[in-house]
């Protein structure tokens, strides 16, 4: 699949609001990569065991997730509470399992516990629930209201002339619903250069692809044409999308989006670019160890994620 390169094209007037970050760093490189190689490994084990899910659109924003919140969102688990925190809001609610596989991670909750998806009286179910992790800034799953809530955190804080910012993470097959683009609308109205979209574009939904269905492009020139500052970047380079984030952080008075270009099921060959594996699907004992084999998972790793889960 062919990346389109990052396009400096996001403006850097408010550069002087942006601390300082060496996206260049091999060890941030390598602490956010094995973040995303835990997040993929968490998301097969957890669908694994819930006998359902959404395993393709999870994979394919394992590394955006991981950069977030490696190195971008001004947000820690004793953090989560702070009126000056960053927000991030997963509107595509669907890819649960990445969002609770790197909360894990990092600290926010226990990674034994978030196997325990879609189990009843689990607080990790198939979407965020908000009253089940305090970690979780609002409930996701009807596609694009997520971003409308984002979108409403990023004028509170503006009114309130908090430093704080607002990343929404949406899918492409999101963008189609109308709600996206009455807020995307509202948001450069409002000059909302504390919000940043992402875009995971990897150019499929739930039953095929997004071309055939309803196609998005020209995707970028829409967003611009809405007057927001639009980037694309492979999705899974870490160190353009820590550069696209710290561009987005930097630009002033427009919101920003990132179009990351992704590979559904990003790291398991027999998902990867098949709309089947978008989810509703049952992973055989066989087809999860093959996807943990091929995410570079040891025999023992293997066998803990698999044998290993809290009842």
Known sequence: ??????????????????????????????????????????????????????????????????????????????????????????????????????????????????????????????????????????????????????????????????????????????????EVWEAAMCAAHHKLDNLCVLVDYNKMQSDDRNENIMGLEPLAAKLRAFNWAVAEIDGHDIKAILSGLHRAAATFEKPAALICHTVKGKGVPYMENLPQWHGSVKLTRQQAEDALAALDATLWEIKELLDGQKS
């Open 1 to 178: 699949m062919n990346m389109k390169p990052a396009k400096a094209e996001i403006q850097t007037e408010g550069a002087q609001r942006v601390q300082p970050l060496n996206i260049s760093s091999p060890s941030l490189i390598e602490d956010i990569a094995a973040a995303a190689r835990f997040v993929r490994r968490h998301v097969i084990a957890s669908i694994y065991h819930a006998g359902s899910g959404h395993p393709g659109g999870a994979l394919s924003c394992a590394d955006i997730l991981a950069c977030l919140y490696g190195a971008e969102l001004n947000l820690w688990p004793d953090s989560i509470h702070d009126p000056h925190r960053d927000r991030f809001v997963l509107s595509k609610g669907h890819a649960a399992p990445a969002l609770y596989a790197v909360a894990a991670h990092y600290g926010f909750c226990d990674a034994k516990d978030a196997l325990n998806l879609r189990k009843l009286n689990s607080p990790y179910q198939g979407h965020p629930h908000v009253k089940d992790l305090p970690w979780a800034e609002t409930s996701t799953g009807s596609l694009g209201q997520g971003f409308s809530v984002a979108l409403g955190m990023a004028m509170g804080l503006k009114l309130q002339h908090s430093t704080a910012r607002v990343y929404a993470l949406l899918g492409d097959g999101e963008m189609q619903e109308g």
